[in-house]
């Protein structure tokens, strides 16, 4: 049976001449409708808006199979992990019961005392549950305490220790000795997410920092199939879903060059644990992440991760508490149980636009990690490192300050009224040694900054919006003004229908604001423009603005689309007297 059996044939030469009509009657004029319509990552990799046969990179192989493009897991579904930072041992069972299949647990100061390990994982069935720990310099310490309680209980624990460097070593060697079940090494990639830099650049670092691994662990004395199997790696999943499903098939395929390279090909599997973007969360709005954590989520089981971590939609505003925490694990189990995402491997294998981009992303980040290893490993090139992750987070910065790069209920639809969500102090987790002195950043940062600084004054400060004209003539600008305002934390005040500068002006002495924008079509704008500006001028307007492009007497800045936002609200803030 052909599907498409009825259908005409047709050829991109055919959509390319329908594009191009659709772009003319849009008043895009471009050579090729590609041209117009590609967009490009910051990894300078250029999404095009149509893919066909011919982009199919080669032959992925097949699911749990070298190259593991395809994925490394034997079969469907992921590890539903959970990550818990505070000594609460009634909290463990409670996920375990609930859809949680493990438990990463954050152990050190400023979060699970080390001394109080065992009584968190009293009640856990260390058999059953594998437990991944973060315990940074006390990765020794934390990892005795998990041998003792499995010596205790005569069991075989599974899960990993979480170290790096000598301490991996020593565990290792342990592991593959004692306890099969258990790996030694987290490389742990999502610093270099959350200091700002792209899918490349964590993908290049965390094979840097992978082939590092595997230096000390041969070195000891392992072969390079248990030094292999020694490792687990951890990404950062984002709601930018085709970005993540692309980075995992990318990893996988690089890790599986670093095993082919060392000899041992077949033991290239690398096994994955995914974590929802730290950076992408909001502190405004905070309802949203629940949305971005579910599209990540979504991408990680679709990209093939074994292990999956939903962050809960507070936590960075401080401890999630029991309800957070189960909407983040429900979260897993409505995608996994109702949905069915976990019942097939590699879904999105096969796809034109998919495969491309895997491969695309996967050579951009062998060439970066091929700059490092050339400056002597990642260790050596730690301040390369650092200036290329700066410099891909102030383009990513600047696309945010002129919102190319929206954010939900931050830079864009920003309730300016809402009342922010308090927590609790979040757990102090345990320094990357790998990832020392790279900040953490989050991408609404500075203009959730402008949102604290409004909502601390003893009245929130005001920008008069001058619409001229009727309703229909000024509500769209009013409506863009007032957003972009509003991202900041600024009321505004709208004067309303009508168009006499001398009324306009009245309102906007009346209302007590020192900033007016003036809202209208540009046809109106060149009628009433000029003399409503100055006539706000003359009632005290510290500044006027406009929205649009045109150039009036009396408007001393405009806003439009594209411009920088970010930098009309502080220069708003510093006309307002805003107290910081």
Not at 49 to 68: E, N, V
Not at 203 to 221: D, H, M, N, W
Not at 318 to 344: H, K, M, Y
Not at 472 to 488: D, K, M, T, V
């Given at each position: 049976?052909?599907?498409?059996?009825?259908?005409?044939?047709?050829?991109?030469?055919?959509?390319?001449?329908?594009?191009?009509?659709?772009?003319?009657?849009?008043?895009?004029?471009?050579?090729?409708?590609?041209?117009?319509?590609?967009?490009?990552?910051?990894?300078?990799?250029?999404?095009?808006?149509?893919?066909?046969?011919?982009?199919?990179?080669?032959?992925?192989?097949?699911?749990?199979?070298?190259?593991?493009?395809?994925?490394?897991?034997?079969?469907?579904?992921?590890?539903?992990?959970?990550?818990?930072?505070?000594?609460?041992?009634?909290?463990?069972?409670?996920?375990?019961?609930?859809?949680?299949?493990?438990?990463?647990?954050?152990?050190?100061d400023g979060a699970i005392p080390v001394?109080?390990?065992?009584?968190?994982?009293?009640?856990?069935?260390?058999?059953?549950?594998?437990?991944?720990?973060?315990?940074?310099?006390?990765?020794?310490?934390?990892?005795?305490?998990?041998?003792?309680?499995?010596?205790?209980?005569?069991?075989?624990?599974?899960?990993?220790?979480?170290?790096?460097?000598?301490?991996?070593?020593?565990?290792?060697?342990?592991?593959?000795?004692?306890?099969?079940?258990?790996?030694?090494?987290?490389?742990?990639?999502?610093?270099?997410?959350?200091?700002?830099?792209?899918?490349?650049?964590?993908?290049?670092?965390?094979?840097?920092?992978?082939?590092?691994?595997?230096?000390?662990?041969?070195?000891?004395?392992?072969?390079?199939?248990?030094?292999?199997?020694?490792?687990?790696?951890?990404?950062?999943?984002?709601d930018d879903q085709f970005a993540t499903?692309?980075?995992?098939?990318?990893?996988?395929?690089?890790?599986?060059?670093?095993?082919?390279?060392?000899?041992?090909?077949?033991?290239?599997?690398?096994?994955?644990?995914?974590?929802?973007?730290?950076?992408?969360?909001?502190?405004?709005?905070?309802?949203?992440?629940?949305?971005?954590?579910?599209?990540?989520?979504?991408?990680?089981?679709?990209?093939?991760?074994?292990?999956?971590?939903?962050?809960?939609?507070?936590?960075?505003?401080?401890?999630?508490?029991?309800?957070?925490?189960?909407?983040?694990?429900?979260?897993?189990?409505?995608?996994?149980?109702?949905?069915?995402?976990?019942?097939?491997?590699?879904?999105?294998?096969?796809?034109?636009?998919?495969?491309?981009?895997?491969?695309?992303?996967?050579?951009?980040?062998?060439?970066?990690?091929?700059?490092?290893?050339?400056?002597?490993?990642?260790?050596?090139?730690?301040?390369?490192?650092?200036?290329?992750?700066?410099?891909?987070?102030?383009?990513?910065?600047?696309?945010?300050?002129?919102?190319?790069?929206?954010?939900?209920?931050?830079?864009?639809?920003?309730?300016?009224?809402?009342?922010?969500?308090?927590?609790?102090?979040?757990?102090?987790?345990?320094?990357?040694?790998?990832?020392?002195?790279?900040?953490?950043?989050?991408?609404?940062?500075?203009?959730?900054?402008?949102?604290?600084?409004?909502?601390?004054?003893?009245?929130?400060?005001?920008?008069?919006?001058?619409?001229?004209?009727?309703?229909?003539?000024?509500?769209?600008?009013?409506?863009?003004?007032?957003?972009?305002?509003?991202?900041?934390?600024?009321?505004?005040?709208?004067?309303?229908?009508?168009?006499?500068?001398?009324?306009?002006?009245?309102?906007?002495?009346?209302?007590?604001?020192?900033?007016?924008?003036?809202?209208?079509?540009?046809?109106?704008?060149?009628?009433?423009?000029?003399?409503?500006?100055?006539?706000?001028?003359?009632?005290?307007?510290?500044?006027?603005?406009?929205?649009?492009?045109?150039?009036?007497?009396?408007?001393?800045?405009?806003?439009?689309?594209?411009?920088?936002?970010?930098?009309?609200?502080?220069?708003?803030?510093?006309?307002?007297?805003?107290?910081?």
């Amino acid at each position: 049976m052909e599907l498409a059996a009825g259908f005409a044939s047709t050829s991109r030469d055919d959509w390319r001449a329908l594009a191009v009509e659709v772009l003319r009657r849009s008043g895009v004029e471009a050579g090729s409708p590609e041209e117009a319509l590609s967009s490009a990552t910051y990894d300078g990799l250029t999404i095009a808006p149509l893919y066909d046969l011919d982009d199919l990179p080669g032959d992925p192989g097949l699911p749990g199979a070298f190259p593991y493009v395809r994925g490394s897991r034997p079969a469907p579904g992921w590890d539903v992990r959970q990550r818990h930072a505070v000594p609460d041992p009634e909290a463990l069972p409670a996920d375990l019961e609930h859809g949680v299949t493990s438990l990463w647990l954050v152990v050190g100061d400023g979060a699970i005392p080390v001394d109080s390990l065992a009584t968190v994982l009293r009640d856990v069935y260390l058999d059953l549950a594998p437990v991944v720990l973060e315990a940074g310099g006390r990765a020794r310490e934390a990892a005795e305490v998990l041998f003792g309680l499995a010596a205790a209980r005569g069991t075989a624990p599974r899960g990993n220790l979480g170290a790096s460097g000598a301490a991996g070593l020593e565990l290792a060697l342990r592991c593959v000795a004692e306890f099969p079940g258990l790996r030694a090494v987290t490389v742990d990639a999502t610093p270099y997410h959350d200091a700002g830099g792209s899918d490349a650049e964590e993908l290049g670092c965390s094979i840097a920092q992978g082939v590092a691994e595997l230096r000390v662990l041969t070195g000891g004395g392992l072969s390079v199939e248990q030094a292999l199997g020694q490792l687990e790696f951890r990404y950062a999943a984002t709601d930018d879903q085709f970005a993540t499903i692309a980075k995992l098939r990318a990893a996988r395929r690089l890790w599986a060059r670093i095993a082919e390279v060392c000899g041992a090909a077949e033991s290239g599997g690398q096994r994955q644990h995914a974590v929802t973007s730290s950076a992408m969360m909001t502190v405004r709005d905070p309802w949203v992440n629940l949305l971005r954590t579910t599209l990540a989520c979504f991408a990680a089981g679709v990209g093939g991760a074994e292990a999956v971590t939903v962050q809960p939609f507070d936590a960075c505003l401080g401890l999630p508490d029991a309800f957070s925490r189960r909407i983040a694990r429900n979260t897993q189990s409505l995608l996994l149980e109702e949905s069915g995402l976990g019942r097939v491997i590699d879904p999105a294998g096969g796809s034109w636009y998919v495969e491309r981009r895997t491969a695309d992303l996967a050579e951009r980040a062998w060439a970066w990690f091929q700059e490092i290893e050339a400056a002597g490993g990642v260790t050596a090139a730690s301040r390369l490192v650092s200036a290329r992750l700066a410099a891909t987070r102030a383009r990513r910065d600047d696309d945010i300050a002129h919102r190319r790069f929206p954010i939900t209920g931050v830079t864009e639809f920003p309730n300016v009224h809402e009342t922010p969500l308090r927590k609790p102090p979040p757990a102090a987790a345990p320094p990357s040694a790998e990832a020392a002195g790279l900040p953490k950043v989050r991408y609404a940062e500075a203009f959730e900054a402008l949102r604290d600084l409004a909502d601390a004054q003893p009245e929130r400060p005001t920008v008069f919006l001058a619409t001229v004209g009727p309703l229909a003539a000024y509500s769209a600008r009013a409506s863009f003004a007032a957003n972009l305002f509003h991202a900041g934390g600024l009321a505004t005040e709208t004067a309303g229908p009508g168009a006499d500068p001398e009324q306009i002006a009245t309102a906007f002495a009346v209302s007590g604001a020192a900033v007016a924008c003036l809202c209208s079509t540009d046809k109106l704008y060149a009628q009433h423009a000029a003399a409503v500006a100055t006539a706000l001028v003359r009632a005290g307007a510290k500044k006027v603005w406009l929205a649009g492009k045109g150039q009036y007497e009396g408007v001393d800045a405009n806003l439009y689309a594209g411009c920088d936002a970010l930098a009309v609200l502080r220069e708003t803030f510093d006309d307002l007297e805003v107290t910081r």
